[in-house]
Nanobody, 119 residues
Framework: VQLVESGGGLVQDGGSLRLSCAAS????????MGWFRQGPGKERELVAG???????HYADSVKGRFTIYRDNAKNTLYLQMNSLKPEDTAMYYC??????????????WGQGTRVTVSS
């Protein structure tokens, strides 16, 4: 499975970005997908996940601001990020899992896309 993210960049406080993650290869093995992030000096954390059935779940820090969704016909995962804050600055990683709900150590990872929010 190969995952390729796009859509990161520099945005001002309060702005929006949409991240995309295109999956290819043995995608039949994929069930849950998610977005992780790792900020400067911080540990990697799960931001949002979506089950194989399409049920989303979010970290408390992004609830109401971020939306995760997937287009199975296009084999693509998205993360719509609104009302961005400087503390959202991080490298964002797409991940895919064989489990129904994404785990903390999914087997498949993208290379990451950087999001920088300026104050």
């Amino acid at each position: 499975v190969q995952l390729v993210e796009s859509g990161g960049g520099l945005v001002q406080d309060g702005g929006s970005l949409r991240l995309s993650c295109a999956a290819s290869g043995s995608i039949f093995s994929i069930n849950a997908m998610g977005w992780f992030r790792q900020g400067p000096g911080k540990e990697r954390e799960l931001v949002a996940g979506i089950t194989s059935g399409g049920t989303p779940h979010y970290a408390d820090s992004v609830k109401g601001r971020f939306t995760i969704y997937r287009d199975n016909a296009k084999n693509t995962l998205y993360l719509q990020m609104n009302s961005l804050k400087p503390e959202d600055t991080a490298m964002y990683y797409c991940a895919a899992d064989t489990a129904v709900v994404i785990t903390t150590k999914p087997p498949y990872w993208g290379q990451g896309t950087r999001v920088t929010v300026s104050s």
